[in-house]
Structure formats: C-alpha cells, structure tokens
C-alpha cells in the first residue's frame, strides 16, 4: 500500500510540470508569429522604398535606345510603336507592355525587349518578308511563307509583284490545304527569289492565274506563259529564248514567249502586230 501511495504521489507531482511546458511552448509560437507578421510589413517597405529609389534614380534613365532586325521599318518607327524616349527610367519600364505594342504593328512578326543596364534599352524584331501582293477584291501583302499578314496600304512597297486570279478558297486558312493554283504561284515566287533567277521578282510586275492554262508572268515588258509544273525546267528554258534574243540571227526581241507545251517553244516577235496570224510565229 505505501508503494502505491508513493507513486501516485509521484505522478501528481510531474503533471504540473508538463502542463507548464504546453503553456511555454504556445507563448513562443504566438511570440513568433507576432514576430513574422511585424516583419512582413518592414520588408515590404523596404521594398517598396528600394523600388521607389530605382525607377526614380537618374543612374537609370535611358540614354540608348538600339533597334534590332529592322530592314523595313525605321528606327525611329521602331522606337515611337514601343512608345519609350530617352530619358525614360529603364527599371520602370514594363518590357511586357512594350513587347505587346510592337507586336501591334502589321509588319513585326516577333519581337523581344531588354534593358541593358545601366542606361539601355533594346528592341530586338523580325519582320515579315513580303513576296507579292494578291488582288483578292482588296489588295493584301502575301510573305515568303505564303501567309496574308496585311493589307496593303499606299505607303507600304510598290514594288512588289502583283498577283491576280486568286481566290481566299485558295489560301490555306484554318487549316485546310492550299490549291494548286496557289502553290504554282508560290513556287514561282521562290524561284524568283534566287540571286541567279532568270525571273528575278524584282522584274515582275504581274501574275496571272488562269485555272485552266495556269500561270502568265508579266516582266521585262513581255508575256511569259508558264502554264503548271516543271517551272525549273522551263526556265531554263527561257533563259535559252533570252540568249537568242539577244545573239541569234532571227530575231532580235519577242513580245511572248509561252512555254505550256513541254515539247515546244512558240515565240512571237516584237515587231509583229497584235493581230498577227498563228503561221507567222515563231518556234524554237
């Protein structure tokens, strides 16, 4: 009987001392959050001063502005579409915003915006390459990847080739395949690209598309009936028919050339009128 009176005496007294502990514990906790939450407001004043001394600081203010991967635009359009100056606080500029007005503009298909510190901006874009212009009721410029991007204004190139006879159906748009028509043309334009092209788009003025008997090109002053397919091999070709224009005995120019029949050239002569009879040309 003592032994159990000794030990409930025991644990009577070793009760208190946890119950103390408990009571320690939370105060600490309660002292830490207190602590954390007195904090939070004193850093974010430090912030928000630090911030404040930044985009106010003249350490920062932008003395150049670089444009890059303009061959289109100017800078100074560049520049006014980003809607920064010098003098403007690099750090307060927000490059998201500026990156979304640039992309605004028809002709920049991508674009990036840096600071360069201390004191610089940089507009990196890439602008769409035009290839032709298409009639499609309005006029709109056509890229080298074969994508509409905008209409065309009366400040935009005059020199681009003019294609007519398309349709919008011909586009690829959602999706849906291109026609033939449409990648006749293409090819025609990339092979105009190429430094060495006998058909430089540089020198064509007009393109038009027949669904039927395919393409005619308009350059140097002459028709040029290509027709559908084998275009590389009907240049060269025209390129035998310019030589000897230019060297042969025969003739010393011709008005039209059409190379339709794989197996035949017909020529017309420059001299000869409009109305001539199909025996009096040419065929090489």
């Known amino acids: 009987m003592e032994f159990k009176q000794i030990n409930n005496k025991h644990y009577k007294k070793r009760h208190p001392r946890k119950k103390a502990t408990g009571i320690r514990e939370r105060v600490v906790f309660c002292l830490k959050i207190m602590l954390a939450f007195s904090v939070i407001p004193a850093v974010s004043l430090v912030c928000i001063f630090g911030y404040d001394c ?59 915006v840096a600071r360069k510190i201390p004191s610089g901006i940089i507009l990196r874009i890439k602008e769409y390459k035009p290839l032709a212009v298409l009639d499609l009721g309005k006029e709109f410029i056509l890229s080298e990847d074969g994508e509409i991007f905008k209409e065309k204004t009366a400040t935009d190139l005059q020199s681009l080739p003019l294609v007519k006879g398309l349709k919008f159906s011909d586009l ?73 224009a230019q060297n042969g005995p025969d003739f010393s120019d011709f008005e039209t050339v059409d190379l339709n029949n794989p197996s035949r050239i017909v020529i017309c002569p420059a001299a000869a009128p409009a109305e001539e009879p199909e025996e009096h040309k040419k065929e090489v």
């Open 54 to 112: 930044l985009t106010q600081s003249d350490y920062f203010r932008a003395e150049t502005i670089t444009v890059e991967g303009n061959q289109i635009l100017s800078k100074e359009e560049v520049i006014k579409e980003a809607l920064i100056k010098p003098g403007d606080n690099i750090i307060s500029v927000n490059l998201s915003m500026v990156r979304k007005r640039l992309m605004a503009n028809a002709w920049i298909a991508e674009a990036e």
């Open 172 to 244: 690829s748009i959602s999706g849906t395949k291109r026609s033939p028509s449409f990648d006749a043309v293409m090819n025609v334009l990339k092979l105009g690209r190429k430094p060495e092209s006998i058909l430089p788009n540089s020198s064509i003025t007009r393109i038009n598309v027949d669904r039927e008997i395919g393409l005619t090109v308009f350059a140097f002053d002459k028709t040029i009936k290509l027709g559908y397919n084998n275009y590389p091999d009907k240049y060269e070709k025209l390129e035998k028919v310019f030589y000897l």
